[in-house]
């Protein structure tokens, strides 16, 4: 498959297909907020450090300021808008996991793809996945309670 | 935002791959393999890459192998770091991966993409190294098997239109004692102020370095040194005589504080391998 300068992509997203033009080199996190108007995923350092970015590509977290939009033709890719009521929203709720709230969508997809790969997830798990994010506020503590409520909720459940 | 235009193809196999790279070449492009991408848009940002086509390799099938094969480990180059953490057929290389960026980023980064990077510290390539491994690699001229020790010399030395397809490593390798630090400036993520990777092999330490040079390596004078029947701090010492040069003198460290840093790395390393 060759493409020209700006092509049409098939991405599916939240659940919907959307045909969007876009160049091959815009990256993923461009054409979500500015194509596609979904503005949760968040810019911060475009360079793969923050996390802010961060969707869902086939259930697994990835930044998606370091992904062309081209490369998820054929993927399902989730935003924080098409996470409803979810365990974590609810947590990162409870336990006041945010404060400016601009990490807080990077957080929540990184920490949601989390509990479900790993709902047995040992400290150390945890603690590595949550390293994939920086929070300017500092509410690592609230964001790791948050997190490790979701886990304790899903055991009492089995 | 990648502030020029390029194509993007995605061939589905190695001849499809280097026919592409051709063709774009003969029509005046500038084409790059493409593998995870983090590198090629990142330094895009900052001017410090330039392509007018990228060759996506994440299609080919022989890209994608994880498996043994003829008492081999077979690790395509376009396999995710994590996918090889997850799968940890090679304990020292999931250690080494474990700790290059951070998990979401390693969903995305490549084994082919971390050795063949411009970014200098390309520390996938340390257990490699020291387990004597092959890489298997396409060109004009066909798929050819070489040893890593002849193609990475501080850098991967490919001739212009060659890709990385797989990584080879004898199984005997996988599982011979080993040791691995990283140490950082500050926290748990990031580029390493010096990272050692050690193995064992017929009692003998093998070991190879990131972050003290601008490129990683492995150095038989280093090792014929820290091998002596001498006291652990002497074989250090002597050993620390014999690195290449230039020491990394930057903003995460100063040349003096990285060997500083590395001697007692080393000891660790030592003592974990021998035992106090
Ligand atoms: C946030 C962040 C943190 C990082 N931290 C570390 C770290 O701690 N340690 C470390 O070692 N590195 C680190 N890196 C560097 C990272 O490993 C590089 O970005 C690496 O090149 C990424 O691999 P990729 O698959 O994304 O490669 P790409 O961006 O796709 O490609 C990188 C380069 O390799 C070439 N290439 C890719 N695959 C092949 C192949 N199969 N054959 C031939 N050429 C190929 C491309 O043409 C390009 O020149 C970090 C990067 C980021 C973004
Ligand atoms: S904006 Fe993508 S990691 Fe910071
Ligand atoms: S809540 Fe402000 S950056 Fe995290």
Redesign the interface.
């Known amino acids: 498959m060759a493409t020209t300068q700006q092509c049409e992509m098939l991405l599916t997203v939240n659940g919907e297909a959307h045909s969007v033009i876009a160049r091959p080199a815009d990256t993923l996190l461009f054409v979500l907020r500015n194509k596609l108007r979904l503005t949760g995923a968040k810019p911060g350092c475009l360079n793969g450090d923050c996390g802010a970015c961060t969707v869902l590509i086939d259930g697994g977290p990835i930044k998606s300021c370091m992904m062309l939009a081209i490369e998820t033709v054929g993927k399902t890719i989730t935003t924080i808008e098409g996470l409803k009521h979810s365990p974590i929203q609810q947590a990162f709720v409870e336990h006041f996991a945010f404060q400016c709230g601009y990490c807080t969508p990077g957080f929540i997809m990184n920490a949601h793809a989390l509990t479900e790969k790993y709902p047995d997830a040992s400290d150390d798990v945890i603690q590595e996945w949550l390293e994939s994010n920086i929070c300017r506020c500092t509410s690592y503590r609230e964001i790791e309670q948050a997190v490790k409520s979701v886990l304790l909720k899903k055991h009492r459940n089995d | 935002?990648?502030p020029?235009?390029?194509?993007?193809?995605?061939p589905s196999s190695i001849h499809e791959a280097i026919q592409l790279f051709q063709t774009l070449q003969q029509q005046g492009k500038k084409p790059m393999y493409y593998a995870?991408?983090?590198e090629i848009?990142?330094l895009?940002?900052l001017h410090l890459v330039f392509t007018d086509a990228?060759i996506?390799i994440k299609q080919i099938p022989e890209c994608q192998v994880l498996d043994i094969q003829q008492q081999q480990l077979v690790l395509g180059a376009g396999v995710s770091l994590t996918t090889i953490e997850e799968a940890n057929p090679f304990p020292l290389l999931t250690k080494t991966a474990?700790e290059v960026?951070?998990?979401?980023?390693r969903?995305?980064i490549t084994l082919g993409g971390n050795i063949c990077g411009q970014i200098f510290y390309r520390e996938a390539v340390l257990p490699l190294l020291l387990a004597d491994s092959e890489v298997v690699i396409a060109g004009k001229d066909g798929v050819q098997q070489r040893s890593i020790h002849q193609v990475f010399q501080q850098h991967m030395q490919l001739q212009p239109g060659e890709f990385l397809i797989q990584v080879k490593t004898e199984q005997t390798y996988l599982s011979l004692p080993y040791a691995h630090i990283k140490r950082r400036k500050q926290g748990?993520?990031g580029y390493p102020l010096v990272t050692v990777a050690a193995l064992k092999k017929d009692g003998q330490l093998r070991v190879a370095f990131s972050g003290v040079c601008p490129f990683p390596f492995r150095s038989q004078a280093v090792e014929e040194r820290l091998n002596q029947q001498l006291p652990v701090n002497t074989r250090i010492d002597e050993a620390l005589q014999h690195l290449p040069r230039p020491i990394l003198d930057d903003i995460e460290g100063s040349a003096q504080y990285r060997l500083f840093v590395l001697k007692h790395t080393l000891f660790d390393i030592i003592t974990e391998l021998e035992g106090e």
């Open positions: 935002m990648v020029f235009d390029f194509t993007y193809h995605q995870g991408g983090t848009i990142t895009s940002r990228v996506d474990s960026a951070d998990r979401t980023a969903n995305q748990e993520v």
